[in-house]
């Protein structure tokens, strides 16, 4: 490291002048870093040893796979790529050579969490697990999802309608605010609405988040004659469909990622 830094910095210019081996090696030496110009000079004639060689190939496949993978894989992953690829390496020298080029994956932080429950008394569950409907604007079904992206956590608001399986709704943010659900909301009434379907009477099932409790939220079921229905807590089955097709959102975005 010490004839990588004098190599580094033999060339930079000073009041005109290079500053030179012989300088670098004075300051070193009055900071008590031992080193003589003949050490340099010696190191740098000397032969690449069999592990400095077989380190610069290995560090140049890691930084490939590092690339290809948008700078996403750990040690780990890039050690396993590896390997698929008939490149023989141990996961120790992966991890060293990529610390030493300061090389970091994307790192699996806490999830988030999308589903606080409302203190508010809930409504009824109306749907009881049975998620079919006869006829469009019968039952919808709404949740928030997430999916984490380079830039961090975003979120997912949708609404279904069961009879179809159709994404009526929805809304992307970086925020779980109630406006991320009542967008959702509005855009599945409004497309409803515009195309001359009636909306009054439908069932609207959610879990307990505070999204769906929230004043606004209500008042926009109650304006369009929409009745409400809620899950109980802590209780995925109760809302399995939106629970499903979240698991669907995700899968499709990690195997199609978007920019």
């Known amino acids: 490291m010490v004839v ?44 690449p040893s069999k592990r400095a060689v077989r380190d610069a190939e290995l560090l140049a496949e890691i930084e490939r796979v590092f690339r290809e993978n948008y700078g996403v894989y750990g040690a780990r992953k890039v050690y396993a790529q590896l390997n698929r690829e008939g490149i023989g390496v141990a ?31 809930s409504p009824a569950d109306l749907v009881d697990r049975r998620f079919t409907a006869g006829r469009p604007n019968q039952l ?16 997912a608001a ?22 991320l659900a009542l967008d959702a909301l509005e855009m599945g009434i409004w497309a409803r609405q515009r195309s001359g379907q009636d909306v009054t009477g439908l069932v609207h099932h959610s879990d307990r988040g505070v999204q769906y409790r929230a004043i606004r939220y209500s008042e926009r079921l109650a304006e369009s004659a929409v009745v409400a229905s809620v ?24 195997h199609n990622p978007v920019a």
């Open 140 to 155: 919808w079904v709404a949740d928030i999802t997430y999916i984490r992206t380079f830039s961090g956590w975003v979120y």
């Open 231 to 254: 899950g109980s807590r802590g209780d995925s089955y109760d809302n399995a469909m939106a629970e499903a097709f979240n698991s669907l959102f995700k899968g499709e975005l990690i």
């Open 158 to 179: 949708f609404v279904i309608d069961v009879f179809s399986r159709m994404v009526v709704g929805w809304q992307v943010s970086t925020s779980l605010h109630t406006n």
């Open 4 to 47: 990588d830094y004098i190599d580094g910095h033999r060339e930079r210019v000073v009041e005109g002048k290079n500053l030179g081996v012989e300088s670098i090696c004075a300051v070193l030496n009055d900071a008590d870093v031992r080193i003589a110009p003949r050490t340099f000079w010696a190191a740098k004639k000397r032969t």
């Open 91 to 121: 996961r120790c020298t992966v991890e060293r050579l990529m610390r030493q080029k300061g090389l970091q994956g994307l790192r699996r932080g806490r999830r988030p969490r999308t589903t606080i429950a409302a203190a508010s008394p």
